[in-house]
């Protein structure tokens, strides 16, 4: 069973950091593309990094590109999301999920998330 449990966020300054965990099960983080998610209040949820099967190539959304990393652990069966420079505008909660093929079920299921909220 396809499981994610996200942690490691919390208030934040801004020029603050945090690094956010993503533990899955169910499956291999390494055998799947990753994704990080976030959705701030009112808004739609949007991909903010996506990491290669290989975990050679993350791409980032352009605003956070040069302030968050996203690295994975496969001995752990764990990605993470390093944030740096926090700003209000990264105010969200935080998702991670396998790139599962378009007609996969799996892609339903998704985390608690972990909120990052960013303020002074």
């Known amino acids: 069973q396809v499981q994610y449990v996200e942690s490691g966020g919390g208030m934040v300054q801004p020029g603050g950091s945090l690094r956010l965990s993503c533990s899955a099960s169910?499956?291999?983080?390494?055998?799947?593309?990753m994704t990080w998610y976030r959705q701030a209040p009112g808004q739609e949820r949007e991909i903010v990094a996506v990491m290669s099967r290989a975990g050679d190539n993350v791409v980032y959304h352009a605003a956070v590109k040069g302030r968050f990393i996203m690295s994975r652990d496969s001995a752990i069966n764990t990605v993470y999301l390093q944030m740096n420079n926090l700003t209000p505008e990264d105010t969200a909660r935080y998702y991670c999920?396998?790139?599962?093929?378009?007609?996969?079920?799996?892609?339903?299921?998704w985390g608690q998330g972990t909120q990052v909220p960013v303020s002074s």
């Open positions: 169910g499956f291999t983080v390494s055998n799947y593309a």
């Open positions: 999920q396998a790139a599962w093929p378009t007609s996969d079920i799996r892609g339903h299921i």
